[in-house]
């Protein structure tokens, strides 16, 4: 990618983390579902299904597609759950509510959503056990613990940022409330991190047209990076609402607020640069393909998996994990659009990622919200779910 070649020829960018550079290399079948060995499931999904009052808490974070979560995954009394993104526990806080004796694995890279962990833990005795680290360290957090792969039940991956994150604007991920220029989802854990503001102020030009490119999509990448990096030369830019008025000042006043999300709301024009540095800064997109594998080697057979995403990028590299296509090398991985094969056809390609196809989709089709979700909680509104369960056998 074009970025090497920038990190290469400056010193001072190759003292920035190695961990971000390595972003760049980095209706139900239920037919088949006898023939893998799984149960038949909680039957097909029905949208009018309600969820008993004891979820109407309302969590720090309200999650996404909670009555498809807990539909999909269809935990049963005394299973052991593994959520990788515990964030401000509303998954969680419900599943423990909803079933019996089930006890949960709950991971987050955040030290702030651990320590949320850690409190429910202290209120459900022996029913939760956080964990703190990425999806790239979970194997060895487990490990430690003799948990085994091939042991867990259930997987919830709901990738991205929680509210608790985005509402606090000193952690810098909101564009709409002036703090540092951080998103660092690790807080302060690994001192070494580069934050959005080194990525901002010392990545030249080239490469963070290629980031708003590759991780936003942002089809005005290289003149947003021109008007960063004549900004920067003036002023170092460290705050927020410093690189949203400097990405604003790229173009006419008219469009600043021209562009609109899924719910036809005014979209400020610097969303998709605060989106691709986020995930630049976190190397999302290599975690969350170590999670997929993670989840993969986790699962017992006929165990079953939730993921949800929040943009168009980690879907695809969701749902074609989920085929079994081979995302070794990520940094060569096509993010557009693919051509469509047929089952058999991937089947027949075979695998892909480490020998086999190794799941089963539990529907077809990616899910996404019913409209009263959305518009009770607008944060989910770009939401993808997508939910399969691990065979047990390869085929
Ligand atoms: C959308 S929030 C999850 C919200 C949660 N399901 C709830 O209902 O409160 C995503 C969480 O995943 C965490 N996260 C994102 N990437 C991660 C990674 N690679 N490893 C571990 N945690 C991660 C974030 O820190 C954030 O707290």
Known sequence: MICHMAVRSNPVLRKISLAVWRAWRSWELSLHLSSVGASSGPGPWDRSEQLPSVCTEKPPH?????????????????????????????????????????TVLALDRDPSANSLAQQLAKEHSGRVTPLLGRFSELEVLLSNMNVQPGSIDAVLLDAGCSSMQMDQAERGFSLSKDGP????????????????????NTLDQQALASILTAYGEERHARKIASAIVKARRVNHIT?????????????????????????????????????????????ELNELLA????????????????????????????????????????DQFHFGPKKQSTRREKLVEGNRDGGSVHWLPLRKKVITPEKDDVNENPRGRSSKLRAAQRLSHLI
């Open 291 to 330: 999670g997929l594998r993670a989840a993969q080697a986790l699962l017992r057979p006929g165990g079953r998996l939730c993921t949800i995403t929040f943009h168009s990028l980690e879907d695809r590299l969701v749902k074609r994990f989920l085929q079994g296509e081979d995302l070794s090398n990520l």
């Open 181 to 200: 220029l951080d998103m660092r989802m690790d807080g302060e854990r690994y001192l070494d991190m580069p934050c959005a503001a080194d990525v901002v």
């Open 62 to 102: 309200t999650p996404v597609m909670l009555k498809e979560v807990l539909h999909f995954l269809d935990i049963q009394p005394g299973q052991v759950v593994l959520d990788m993104t515990f964030g401000g526990g509303g998954h969680t806080k419900a599943i423990l509510n909803m079933v019996p004796e089930v």
């Open 239 to 283: 705050r927020t609402q410093q690189l949203a008025s400097v990405v604003a000042g790229s173009f006419p006043a008219a469009v600043v607020y021209a562009r609109k999300d899924r719910l036809h709301r005014p979209a400020h024009v610097a969303t998709k640069t605060f989106q691709a540095l986020r995930i630049f800064v976190n190397d």
